[in-house]
Antibody
């Protein structure tokens, strides 16, 4: 059974970069039937998909239009983990951040496994 | 971007009753790309239904999904005490995912 363990700081200063990591066990980050997503949740914005990365002979990423200019999602095969970087954060980026898996062969374009969530607060 | 609107915002029912939750899309969504989640306080969402009507592993059969096009429904046939929480729908279209704003199911 896949497990996603998130790590990263809970407090980020405005204008700085938010960085989170999702360590994967029970699956491979470079499997060709999965994708690794970042999703956030706040009272004002609800559940908001931020982007995904996946491997199909090479690495691909897709991003939400709302954050496209500020976001990078990467994968590290040697560490079996995915990462999120969100630049130039503002208080509006305060949210609980989740990593989540798509498992296309079984559950298609849904998120079948989730990390535990990381509360990130943007404040000076 | 496809906007998902869930109704009602809050649904007040008693254990044993039937719950019907609605999810309406601003544009047609392929049934393949429609999912439902349950979220309890302090927890990540849990996948209930994918492909509009397929129960995820371990989900009780009192949960069912239906619909097509722009109108989708999550039905809970007979409410158990642990079902009173928040539910979200989610869709995928052209490399973008969106979620509905949620329906809170509360005990009457």
């Amino acid at each position: 059974q896949v497990q996603l363990q998130q790590s990263g700081p809970g407090l980020v200063k405005p204008s700085q970069t938010l960085s989170l990591t999702c360590a994967i066990s029970g699956d491979s980050v470079s499997s060709d039937s999965v994708a690794w997503n970042w999703i956030r949740q706040s009272p004002s914005r609800g559940l908001e998909w931020l982007g995904r990365t996946y491997y199909r002979s090479k690495w691909y990423s897709d991003y939400a239009v709302s954050v496209k200019r500020r976001i990078t999602i990467n994968a590290d095969s040697s560490r079996n983990q995915a990462s999120l970087q969100l630049k130039s954060v503002t208080p509006e980026d305060t949210a609980v951040y989740y990593c989540a898996r798509n498992y296309y062969d079984i559950t298609g374009y849904s998120f079948d496994s989730w990390g535990q969530g990381t509360q990130v607060t943007v404040s000076s | 971007e496809i906007v998902l609107t869930q109704s009602p915002g809050t649904l007040s029912l008693s254990p044993g009753e039937r719950a019907t939750l609605s999810c309406r899309a601003s544009h047609s969504v392929s049934s393949t790309y429609l999912a439902w989640y349950q979220q309890k306080p302090g927890q990540a969402p849990r996948l209930l239904i994918y492909g509009a009507s397929i129960r995820a592993t371990g989900i009780p059969d009192r949960f069912s999904g239906s619909g097509s096009g722009t109108d989708f429904t999550l039905t809970i046939s007979s409410l158990e005490p642990e079902d009173f929480t928040v539910y979200y729908c989610q869709q995928y279209d052209r490399s973008q995912y969106t979620f509905g704003q949620g329906t809170k199911l509360e005990i009457k």
